[in-house]
């Protein structure tokens, strides 16, 4: 089981941030981009309307995806590992395909796979450094994190991280990065230059996902079996208790955060649910639950501009659209697949 949240900042050093239009000559609408972890995807849908206008093939397993903010790219954790749930017998499992690791860019002018960099063995999640120079990506099977130059696109320097990380998130402070470890029930915390070990967090069962308040103050994670989101005080890098998610089969696995800060949003994974975290209460608590959202909803992303959230349900092969401020569902795209991640810009 994977989901995937990232985060990324400008990747190419020289290139001029290009703003498009619409038809009309105003700011162009936002785009939802959905890895589709089946169909070796990326599907993009217009946030104006909700409907599809690409479907963009970019390798195996796609999973983890980002816009980079200067809107000109797209990267997308690739893998050439067959999908293994649990209790899958290993013998009769699809070959390995090591040449398919990577992450995949996309060109957002030409809607086109540009090329793939290096990313260590089985990427799952990843985040970009400020200077959009390196990149931080957890590769699951090896129980390690892997460093990676941007512009040569190969790595560079490899740091353990415990058994089977996933969740990555790079600091707002620029300094640290923060791994989720399923199986050890932990965050791994280290250097972001140097990959040195900073600390070791522990955490409620299977953190997933990884986002920071705006602040830096707080980190949170997904925590799958324990149905809750852990809040962890960054400061002091101390767990600071955990945020129970009500509902029957409530495993969460997304994690977005609202432009001001203000309201965590966590995907309900086999509940088909979607959580709204109050932020400014203390502790945060649950304010509002959304209730039948679709099958499975992994990914999550926030459309600000229309006020919209999406989902990607891996069950149903389909896109949830939700109203941010009532909470309610507006409709369900078919894409097909197995949609995974959700990345808006």
């Given amino acids: 089981m994977r989901t995937s949240i990232i985060v990324v900042s400008a990747l190419f050093l020289g290139i001029a941030c290009k703003k498009t239009v619409d038809s009309g000559g105003g700011a162009a609408s936002e785009r939802v981009y959905v890895s589709d972890e089946n169909g070796g995807l990326v599907v993009v849908i217009d946030a104006a309307n909700d409907d599809v206008i ?3 093939p970019v390798g195996k397993m796609p999973r983890g995806i980002r816009v980079s903010p200067d809107g000109t790219r797209v990267l997308v954790a ?4 067959p999908k293994s749930p649990p209790g899958a017998d290993p013998a009769k499992l699809p070959a390995v395909d090591r040449a398919a690791d990577g992450i995949g860019v996309i060109d957002t002018s030409s809607m086109k796979l540009t090329r793939v960099i290096e990313a260590g063995q089985d990427p799952e999640l990843f985040d970009v450094t400020r200077d959009g120079k390196s990149l931080w990506a957890s590769n699951e099977e090896t129980a390690e994190a892997s460093l990676i130059d ?9 740091t353990r991280v415990g058994q089977e990380p996933e969740g990555v998130g790079i600091h707002p402070d620029g300094k640290h990065v923060y791994v989720a470890n399923e199986r050890d029930n932990s965050l791994s915390v280290f250097d972001v230059v140097s990959g040195d070990s900073v600390a070791t967090v522990t ?3 299977r953190p997933r996902s990884i986002e920071f308040s705006p602040d830096g103050r707080r980190a949170f994670t997904a925590c799958e079996e324990s149905h809750a989101v852990a809040v962890i005080d960054a400061q002091t890098r101390i767990a600071a208790g955990s945020i129970d998610l009500p509902g029957e089969g409530v495993r969460p696995m997304g994690l977005a955060i609202s432009a001001d800060g203000r309201e965590l949003y966590a995907s309900g994974g086999r509940g088909r649910t979607v959580h709204v975290i109050d932020l400014t209460a203390d502790p945060p608590v649950v304010k509002k639950t959304i ?5 499975r909803p992994w990914g999550i992303g926030i459309a600000t501009r229309a006020s919209k959230l999406y989902t990607a349900n891996g069950g149903s092969g389909d896109v949830s659209v939700i109203d941010a401020s009532t909470g309610a569902v507006l409709r369900h795209i078919a894409v097909g697949g197995s949609p995974w991640g959700i990345a808006v810009r």
Avoid at 78 to 81: A, I, P, R, V
Avoid at 150 to 158: A, L
């Fill in 203 to 205: 955490v409620c069962g």
């Fill in 54 to 56: 690409a479907r963009i």
């Fill in 150 to 158: 941007v512009e040569s696109g190969k790595v560079v320097r490899k």
């Fill in 78 to 81: 690739l893998s050439g590992s």
């Fill in 291 to 295: 209730g039948d959202v679709g099958e």
